[in-house]
């Protein structure tokens, strides 16, 4: 073979100088090249060495090219046509070797493709081209086993990119190489996209958070429930990703400091440990949310009583109260002093496009020195103790301006004078807003009162937060999909104080406004 590539390549060859001596071997009686013998193409960049039969390559043979590409197997009517290789040896061709059947010269029917980088096909061939089913392995993109077409991954595919640092893997349709048709997506075998691709990318983009409801009110205490949706640029909720997740985080309204008491070295240091940032509304300063079974009491349940009851309700039917009950008294044997408490984790968004948040909650953090709380108290004391006062017996009058210390952990929004429940004799001490309840106001409530009592010192205190909704799905999704992460969704909410309600003394007949129509129907 060598020798046969020599004869195209040397300049100084006697093969080939002239009409007659262009062809070396066997002849029939008309001098017509039959049997066995070597050719050079009037061209000298093609030379074939192998079986002639009535002047045309038929049979055993190798057909060289200047640039080193070798063909090699059984030709029939001058072209090979069977089971042969073909060897390209040009360094800058994408291809380095076929081995597999031929048509007419061509690759078709079934062989084996090596490209220089190391990937291998094998499969189907058409033409030249990979056709057909076949599978492709390549070090840098993985495994495709599926349909071609016209050299491209086109058709029914499986795409395994193990390979990658990222174990993704697709199966679906495929056109022009690119993800087109319905396909599903997973990642080290979980799920992550089961949905309609064009051009590489889902039909389906995740456009923007939309919550089911726009005015939430919760009572203190109570766990929280929220539920979303992920909505797509046409306003449709986004089916079949199943690798999103959002996190739900809370947020204060950032104290305001009138101006003359921001010189004040106490509101100083204080609003120096706030860090704040923007919101829709204004700045928000972040707030500590848990789950609902993380949450502390306050105040321990040191009342017998309490306890009896709650321990009541905890075999109690009513599956509500039942809940309620157990949390207080898991609550009640937390420790007060883990703070803050254990973060809400973060929701996967379903199939249909939904995530809900179940059972959060608010925590009490007045009386865990957290900041903005303890500036607005701060802020409140020193403008309600700014007063002047005029001092008895003093000439000239004499102005007086009394402030408070705040430190950290103080609880600042207890105003009554009253201390803890170990001064109350050990009895039960519940704080909700301004009122105190101690162990003789729980006898005269009902079970359910207790519970609302109870459970408002769970909670934070009363008044306006902003919730925010933020996508944190792995940054590796958007990229490999070519999608942009959603902007964060914000909701205001309002936590009010547990009101007892009111028991309304109806007549008869302001229930029924029929009901003296019908007696004296019956009198009639």
């Not at 291998?120 to 495994?143: A, C, H, I, Q, W």
């Not at 009583?305 to 898991?330: F, I, K, M, Q």
């Amino acid at each position: 073979m060598s020798e046969l590539l020599a004869s195209i390549s040397s300049e100084d060859s006697a093969i080939g100088r002239g009409v007659l001596d262009r062809y070396q071997g066997q002849r029939d009686s008309n001098l017509v090249r039959h049997g066995r013998g070597r050719y050079v193409f009037d061209n000298r960049f093609f030379a074939f060495e192998g079986e002639y039969c009535c002047g045309r390559k038929d049979g055993p043979g190798v057909f060289v090219m200047k640039d080193g590409t070798i063909i090699e197997g059984d030709f029939s009517g001058g072209e090979l046509t069977g089971k042969g290789r073909k060897t390209w040896n040009d360094e800058s061709r994408v291809v380095e070797r076929y081995d597999g059947e031929f048509q007419d010269g061509e690759l078709s029917g079934k062989g084996i493709l090596h490209f220089r980088n190391g990937a291998v096909y094998k499969g189907n061939f058409r033409r030249n081209t990979m056709e057909g089913s076949g599978l492709l392995v390549d070090p840098n993109l993985g495994t495709y086993l599926g349909e071609f077409h016209s050299g491209r991954r086109e058709g029914m595919g499986d795409q395994s990119y193990e390979n990658c640092p990222d174990k993704f893997r697709y199966r679906g349709q495929w056109a022009h190489n690119q993800y087109h048709g319905p396909g599903e997506l997973s990642l080290d075998g979980q799920i992550i996209a089961n949905c309609q691709f064009s051009r590489g990318v889902p039909i389906q983009k995740p456009t923007r958070i939309k919550l089911d409801k726009t005015d939430y009110k919760f009572q203190r205490g109570q766990p929280l429930e929220m539920n979303l949706k992920i909505l797509d640029q046409n306003g449709e909720p986004v089916k079949g990703m199943y690798f999103m997740k959002v996190e739900l985080t809370v947020w204060y309204k950032k104290p305001d400091i009138p101006n003359r008491l921001k010189s004040d070295e106490e509101v100083a240091e204080l609003a120096g440990r706030i860090e704040a940032e923007d919101s829709p509304y204004y700045e928000v300063v972040q707030f500590p949310v848990t789950s609902f079974e993380n949450a502390t009491l306050d105040a321990s349940i040191k009342s017998n009583y309490v306890r009896g009851v709650l321990n009541d309700l905890a075999d109690s039917p009513d599956d509500s109260l039942n809940e309620a009950a157990t949390a207080l008294l898991n609550s009640s044997a937390n420790e007060v002093d883990t703070w803050p408490p254990h973060p809400l984790e973060c929701v996967s968004v379903d199939g249909e496009g939904k995530a809900s948040f179940h059972r959060f909650g608010l925590p009490a953090a007045q009386n865990h020195g957290y900041a903005p709380f303890l500036l607005e108290s701060l802020v409140k004391s020193k403008r309600r103790h700014s007063v002047t006062r005029q001092v008895v017996g003093e000439s000239p009058v004499v102005r007086r301006r009394h402030s408070l210390c705040v430190q950290p952990g103080m609880n600042l929004l207890d105003r009554s004078g009253a201390k803890n429940a170990e001064d109350k004799g050990g009895l039960a001490t519940i704080e909700q807003g301004e009122k105190k309840y101690l162990d003789e106001d729980f006898k005269k409530m009902s079970a359910p009162e207790i519970v609302n009592v109870l459970l408002a010192q769970l909670g934070t205190r009363a008044g306006d937060y902003v919730i925010k909704i933020e996508d944190v799905t792995s940054q590796l999704f958007y990229d490999w999909l070519k999608l942009v992460r959603m902007e964060p969704c914000y909701t205001k909410i309002t936590i009010h104080e547990y009101r007892k309600p009111r028991k309304h003394r109806k007549s008869d007949q302001s229930r029924d406004p029929t009901a003296h129509l019908e007696a004296a129907a019956e009198d009639a």
